[in-house]
């Protein structure tokens, strides 16, 4: 298998390489065979990744109203920030 596809028995690719196209079929299937074997966990690496993100963006919006709130009850002259309310 080419130098760009497999190093230390571990798979390394991208889509857009050209050595699939001259790799012996056994080594294509091999190939594939890895990488279905391995998607179900590539795609809950990803899913995490995503979720975890999008509670950081949560996490991020709520503050911005809080703040904004904030800011609106002070404008307004019902400022109770500091006062344990």
């Not at 179900?40 to 709520?62: G, K, N, T, W």
Request: charged share 20%; hydrophobic share 45%.
């Amino acid at each position: 298998m080419g130098d760009a596809l497999k190093v230390d028995s571990v798979f390394h690719y991208s889509p857009v390489t050209k050595d699939f196209a001259v790799l012996p079929p056994e080594e294509l299937k091999d190939f594939f065979s890895y990488f279905i074997d391995n998607l179900p966990y590539c795609l809950d690496y990803l899913i995490q990744e995503i979720v975890y993100a999008f509670r950081a963006s949560i996490d991020l919006v709520m503050l911005a109203l809080e703040t904004a709130h904030d800011w609106a009850n002070c404008s307004a002259g019902i400022c109770l920030i500091g006062t344990g309310e």
